[in-house]
């Protein structure tokens, strides 16, 4: 069974610019997380989307938004970049039949720099 | 004060020990308690998952909850080279599951061949 995918594995962007990430869940899963991970912050939730819809939404700007297609697959935007969001960015699916007692599994991310 | 701490490490035991890793917590609402373990340029990935308090064990690797202290550990038996990665525990339940997991920063583990 294939894992989480996300692409690209890389970006460099420049302040200002938007990016777009995509992220592909595990066969079967219907539900999408998102994290942040930076070296002082550590792992920060920025949303989770189900069934099309953003089930929940952690405390970041409205930069940054995501979307949920019919296939499961989601994609993550960040528009006006700033240079504090250089981050590792992954994607996390479960199978999103509750909100608790979820396992999540992760994607190996994409590495965004903003130059 | 954090919600969730974590010592960074980097925590060096030699081969074949016994590694415990640890998390304290201060929200008394999480219910659900996971580890990961994360290699350099890829995603966590899940190791361990306990609901509430007590043990719980998967070939060398053991998690401890204890609620009433609000903290958890993580014991890595006839630890091995590649053991050695960052460890991250993560914790849920204290939004009824609307504000994601809730991450430690990772315990970075070197294992001395």
């Known amino acids: 069974k294939a894992g989480v995918t996300q692409t690209p594995r890389y970006l460099i962007k420049t302040r200002g610019q938007q990016v777009t990430l995509s992220c592909s869940p595990i066969s079967g899963h219907r539900s999408v997380s998102w994290y942040q991970q930076t070296p002082g912050q550590g792992l920060q939730f920025l949303f989770e989307y189900f069934s099309e819809t953003q089930r929940n939404k952690g405390n970041f700007p409205g930069r940054f938004s995501g979307r949920q297609f019919s296939n499961s697959r989601s994609e993550m935007n960040v528009s006006t970049l700033e240079l504090g969001d250089s981050a590792l960015y992954l994607c996390?699916?479960?199978?999103?039949?509750?909100?608790?007692?979820?396992?999540?599994?992760f994607g190996s991310g994409t590495q965004l720099s903003v130059l | 004060q954090k919600e969730v701490e974590q010592d960074p490490g980097p925590l060096s035991v030699p081969e074949g020990a016994i590694v415990s890793l640890n998390c304290t917590y201060s929200?008394?609402?999480?219910?659900?308690f996971m580890w990961y373990r994360q290699y350099s340029r890829k995603g966590p990935e899940l190791l361990m998952y306990?609901?509430?308090?007590g043990n719980k064990e998967d070939g060398r690797f053991t998690a401890q909850v204890d609620k009433s202290s609000k903290y958890i550990s993580l014991f890595i038996r006839d630890s091995q080279p590649s053991d050695s990665a960052t460890y991250l525990c993560a914790m849920d339940g204290a939004g009824g599951g609307a504000d994601g997991l809730t991450f430690g920063k990772g315990t970075h583990l070197i294992i001395q061949p």
């Open positions: 996390a699916s479960s199978s999103g039949r509750g909100r608790l007692n979820e396992k999540l599994f």
């Open positions: 929200n008394s609402a999480f219910q659900y």
């Open positions: 306990t609901y509430s308090s």
